[in-house]
């Protein structure tokens, strides 16, 4: 129960918002929290642009940021002020209407170790802050200055570990998306190490006014607490499993006070014969009390998570009619390339889901789920692996027989669980959707965009010794990524580590590792002298005398060889378009509206080939005016369309890709759209721009 003079307090800041909110000139529209609101639904009211005038749409101001790189960052716009982040995770504030910077915070020399999605905004009518995070930090700023409110936390900010258990105090955490705001508390998502030296991935709620930590939710349960037996005993002491993390943020009702929460796997990605049991609460769509951090009800996704298959986006609060009655639902879309539809409020699915049988373990140790959930409707935006066939090839490719005989050696089946052999992976690791999100409208339609990228999982016994002890610290937290010949990928975005010592210094190697950059972890958890054999064995020197001691006592004894798509000799994908898809989804039906390829990719472009659909990573947004606006393609587009039939209505070359989703907003009366073009990701060139355009 609230005091007396904090009732008070209470209901005179109640009183002075009400107030403001009436006093607020109308031709103000904001967008005011991550992807358009707290239900996530990237929806706008706005209607000054629209279908027949998109092609009067002209730049009205840029914004260059003196640093260039990935930005995914959805930017907020609050009564004519927009607040963005940088490449190198500094956070800002324009004039929305000119693009002229108000303020300027963080340290372009440090803060490269992340990709941000943004910040959060709160607000009592009276203080307004912005709350967004610099590696493991959590940092409140005056909206109006940008200056540290130096009584939240120690001096402005919080450490992400604060309320994990002690033995996740040097494990890594950072955070790429905002936090979701109820009332006075904001809940934190979190990126983990996807390892076997993974932190526990809790759901913890903050006090947005003084930064203490208010409640939490064990994601891996504690004795006593409902899935605790869906793990091994001594899961929750995170002695070599851990995550089971929200990294792509949550929605909240704030009227029925219920927090959403999809989560993703539990480390180690692709091996859990250390973890046997379904995993609860890893791959779930898990509703909360948003007040105390209580359990309503869940749902997983995918049980026994091993072919890394997080929930990417936050779901979607949307109103649909189903049998003739108005339902409260929320709608989560998945990488399998699925929408799982539920009551908001019981969690009942509103369409049947059926458990369908799935190939088991073929790796020793491991014990794979014999089933996995299936939704009968909406069908799957995104082809399956089970779909494919030898006909499937890149009708544009020139190693055909040789992509046919690839293609016949893997495993096509269904969630097949990892194999020595190799497994096709459609959609592969960062599709069909990602963590851009769906869109959605008030008549219940949902717009989802979907990569179609196959990738290759194939597992490889880990080495039992080494004369070089940096090579072991290698397999367990670089090879996935780097290849056991340190190669790399270049094509799926991994570099080669091959002669790296000739190109950079070791300071420099030093400090990636100590720190991270872009999706890369820092390895904290390793000891000095680990580092130190790492730094070695990349750099090819000789071997120490003395053997490393691991911080972490267990090691997978299967190991994947390395994040690997399915390409063809030019690096195109080996499988036939589309490689990426628009689709509306009528969720009162479980129909399709429409489904049309989205995006072209550039190589064939340039020859005169379209339609092919390209890889995408950001999500749409829907206006009122029946406009879908969308950038996110590789191909560096923004790309307008008619909600309702898909019809491309006006295509605007960018200045660099816009990995990121856009905002749209008016003020004075004119409706900006506003997206950030930081490129880089896929191999495109860098950027350095948040562009607005009106009419």
Same mark, same amino acid.
């Given at each position: 129960?609230?005091?007396?003079?904090?009732?008070?307090?209470?209901?005179?800041?109640?009183?002075?918002?009400?107030?403001?909110?009436?006093?607020?000139?109308?031709?103000?529209?904001?967008?005011?929290?991550?992807?358009?609101?707290?239900?996530?639904?990237?929806?706008?009211?706005? $209607?000054?642009?629209?279908?027949?005038?998109?092609?009067?749409?002209?730049?009205?101001?840029?914004?260059?940021?003196?640093?260039?790189?990935?930005?995914?960052?959805?930017?907020?716009?609050?009564?004519?002020?927009?607040?963005?982040?940088?490449?190198?995770?500094?956070?800002?504030?324009?004039?929305?209407?000119?693009?002229?910077?108000?303020?300027?915070?963080?340290?372009?020399?440090?803060?490269?170790?992340? /990709?941000?999605?943004?910040?959060?905004?709160?607000?009592?009518?009276?203080?307004?802050?912005?709350?967004?995070?610099?590696?493991?930090?959590?940092?409140?700023?005056?909206?109006?200055?940008?200056?540290?409110? &130096?009584?939240?936390?120690?001096?402005?900010?919080?450490?992400?570990?604060?309320?994990?258990?002690?033995?996740?105090?040097?494990?890594?955490?950072?955070?790429?998306?905002?936090?979701?705001?109820?009332?006075?508390?904001?809940?934190?998502?979190?990126?983990?190490?996807?390892?076997?030296?993974? !932190?526990?991935?809790?759901?913890?709620?903050?006090?947005?006014?003084?930064?203490?930590?208010?409640?939490?939710?064990?994601?891996?349960?504690?004795?006593?607490?409902?899935?605790?037996?869906?793990?091994?005993?001594?899961?929750?002491?995170?002695?070599?499993?851990?995550?089971?993390?929200?990294?792509?943020?949550?929605?909240?009702?704030?009227?029925?006070?219920?927090?959403?929460?999809?989560?993703?796997?539990?480390?180690?990605? @692709?091996? =859990?014969?250390?973890?046997?049991?379904?995993?609860?609460?890893?791959?779930?769509?898990?509703?909360?009390?948003?007040?105390?951090?209580?359990?309503?009800?869940?749902?997983? +996704?995918?049980?026994?998570?091993?072919?890394?298959?997080?929930?990417?986006?936050?779901?979607?609060?949307?109103?649909?009619?189903?049998?003739?009655?108005?339902?409260?639902?929320?709608?989560?879309?998945?990488?399998?390339?699925?929408?799982?539809?539920?009551?908001?409020?019981?969690?009942?699915?509103?369409?049947?889901?059926?458990?369908?049988?799935?190939?088991?373990?073929?790796?020793?140790?491991?014990?794979?789920?014999? +089933?996995?959930?299936?939704?009968?409707?909406?069908?799957?935006?995104? %082809?399956?692996?089970?779909?494919?066939?030898?006909?499937?090839?890149?009708?544009?490719?020139?190693?055909?027989?040789?992509?046919?005989?690839?293609?016949?050696?893997?495993?096509?089946?269904?969630?097949?669980?990892?194999?020595?052999?190799?497994?096709?992976?459609?959609?592969? @690791?960062?599709?069909?959707?990602?963590?851009?999100?769906?869109?959605?409208?008030?008549?219940?339609?949902?717009?989802?965009?979907?990569?179609?990228?196959?990738?290759?999982?194939?597992?490889?016994?880990?080495?039992?010794?080494?004369?070089?002890?940096?090579?072991?610290?290698?397999?367990?937290?670089?090879?996935?990524?780097?290849?056991?010949?340190?190669?790399?990928?270049?094509?799926?975005?991994?570099?080669?580590?091959?002669?790296?010592?000739?190109?950079?210094?070791? /300071?420099?190697?030093?400090?990636?590792?100590?720190?991270?950059? #872009?999706?890369?972890?820092? @390895?904290?958890?390793?000891?000095?002298?680990?580092?130190?054999?790492? &730094?070695?064995?990349?750099?090819?020197?000789?071997?120490?005398?003395?053997?490393?001691?691991?911080?972490?006592?267990?090691?997978?004894?299967?190991?994947?060889?390395?994040?690997?798509?399915?390409?063809?000799?030019?690096?195109?994908? !080996?499988?036939?378009?589309?490689?990426?898809?628009?689709?509306?989804?009528?969720?009162?039906?479980?129909?399709?509206?429409?489904?049309?390829?989205?995006?072209?990719?550039?190589?064939?472009?340039?020859?005169?080939?379209?339609?092919?659909?390209?890889?995408?990573? =950001?999500?749409?947004?829907?206006?009122?005016? =029946?406009?879908?606006?969308? #950038?996110?393609?590789?191909?560096?587009?923004? %790309?307008?369309?008619?909600?309702? +039939?898909?019809?491309?209505?006006?295509?605007? $070359?960018?200045?660099?890709?816009?990995?990121?989703?856009?905002?749209?907003? !008016?003020?004075?009366?004119?409706?900006?759209?506003?997206?950030?073009?930081?490129?880089?990701?896929?191999?495109?060139?860098?950027?350095?721009?948040?562009?607005?355009?009106?009419?």
């Amino acid at each position: 129960m609230l005091s007396h003079p904090r009732k008070v307090l209470y209901f005179i800041e109640l009183i002075i918002l009400i107030i403001i909110l009436a006093l607020k000139p109308a031709d103000f529209t904001d967008w005011a929290a991550y992807l358009g609101g707290s239900d996530r639904n990237h929806y706008s009211t706005l $209607t000054q642009i629209k279908a027949d005038n998109v092609d009067q749409l002209k730049v009205a101001w840029e914004y260059n940021l003196p640093d260039s790189g990935q930005m995914q960052v959805n930017p907020l716009i609050i009564q004519g002020v927009l607040y963005g982040v940088s490449s190198t995770v500094q956070a800002f504030a324009l004039d929305a209407s000119t693009g002229k910077e108000i303020w300027r915070f963080g340290d372009p020399l440090k803060n490269w170790a992340s /990709t941000s999605r943004g910040v959060s905004f709160w607000t009592n009518g009276i203080e307004k802050r912005i709350l967004y995070t610099v590696g493991p930090n959590l940092w409140a700023l005056d909206a109006q200055t940008g200056k540290p409110i &130096l009584s939240f936390g120690e001096q402005g900010k919080i450490d992400l570990h604060l309320g994990l258990p002690a033995i996740a105090a040097s494990k890594f955490i950072i955070s790429n998306t905002p936090g979701t705001i109820y009332h006075n508390l904001i809940i934190m998502p979190v990126r983990l190490s996807e390892g076997v030296d993974a !932190a526990p991935g809790d759901i913890r709620a903050f006090d947005v006014l003084t930064g203490k930590l208010v409640w939490t939710f064990h994601t891996i349960p504690y004795p006593g607490e409902k899935g605790y037996t869906t793990w091994p005993k001594d899961a929750y002491l995170n002695t070599h499993t851990g995550a089971a993390n929200n990294w792509a943020g949550m929605a909240v009702d704030n009227e029925r006070g219920i927090l959403f929460v999809p989560t993703g796997s539990a480390g180690y990605d @692709f091996y =859990g014969g250390n973890r046997k049991g379904a995993n609860l609460f890893a791959n779930c769509l898990i509703a909360l009390d948003a007040k105390t951090g209580k359990r309503l009800w869940h749902f997983q +996704t995918t049980h026994h998570d091993l072919w890394d298959r997080d929930l990417p986006a936050p779901p979607n609060l949307i109103t649909v009619t189903h049998r003739g009655k108005k339902i409260p639902a929320v709608a989560q879309i998945t990488k399998q390339g699925f929408v799982f539809l539920f009551d908001r409020v019981s969690g009942k699915p509103l369409f049947p889901i059926v458990e369908k049988k799935v190939m088991g373990s073929a790796l020793k140790g491991e014990k794979a789920w014999l +089933t996995q959930p299936y939704p009968t409707l909406p069908k799957p935006y995104a %082809r399956l692996s089970s779909e494919i066939q030898h006909n499937d090839i890149n009708p544009y490719s020139e190693n055909k027989e040789e992509l046919i005989n690839t293609l016949a050696s893997l495993n096509k089946s269904w969630h097949a669980a990892p194999s020595e052999k190799g497994n096709l992976i459609l959609p592969g @690791f960062d599709g069909g959707g990602e963590w851009g999100g769906a869109a959605a409208d008030p008549n219940g339609i949902l717009y989802v965009n979907s990569n179609e990228m196959a990738w290759i999982q194939k597992m490889v016994p880990t080495k039992k010794s080494s004369l070089n002890p940096g090579e072991k610290i290698y397999q367990t937290n670089c090879q996935s990524c780097h290849g056991a010949d340190k190669k790399g990928n270049p094509f799926s975005g991994y570099p080669t580590l091959v002669g790296i010592s000739s190109k950079k210094s070791k /300071t420099y190697i030093q400090q990636i590792i100590n720190n991270g950059k #872009g999706m890369m972890p820092g @390895f904290n958890h390793l000891s000095k002298e680990e580092k130190d054999h790492i &730094l070695s064995f990349i750099n090819d020197e000789l071997p120490k005398e003395v053997a490393s001691k691991t911080s972490n006592s267990y090691v997978s004894p299967f190991q994947m060889t390395g994040y690997i798509k399915f390409l063809d000799a030019k690096g195109l994908p !080996a499988l036939s378009p589309p490689w990426g898809t628009l689709n509306a989804i009528d969720l009162n039906t479980g129909k399709y509206i429409w489904k049309i390829p989205f995006g072209d990719e550039p190589a064939l472009a340039k020859q005169g080939i379209t339609g092919t659909g390209a890889e995408n990573y =950001g999500g749409p947004i829907v206006t009122a005016s =029946g406009l879908l606006i969308i #950038g996110a393609a590789k191909d560096g587009k923004l %790309r307008i369309y008619a909600s309702k +039939t898909g019809k491309l209505l006006r295509t605007i $070359t960018l200045p660099a890709a816009a990995f990121a989703t856009p905002s749209t907003y !008016a003020v004075n009366g004119k409706q900006f759209i506003v997206i950030a073009c930081g490129g880089t990701k896929l191999g495109t060139p860098k950027g350095n721009k948040y562009i607005a355009f009106s009419l």
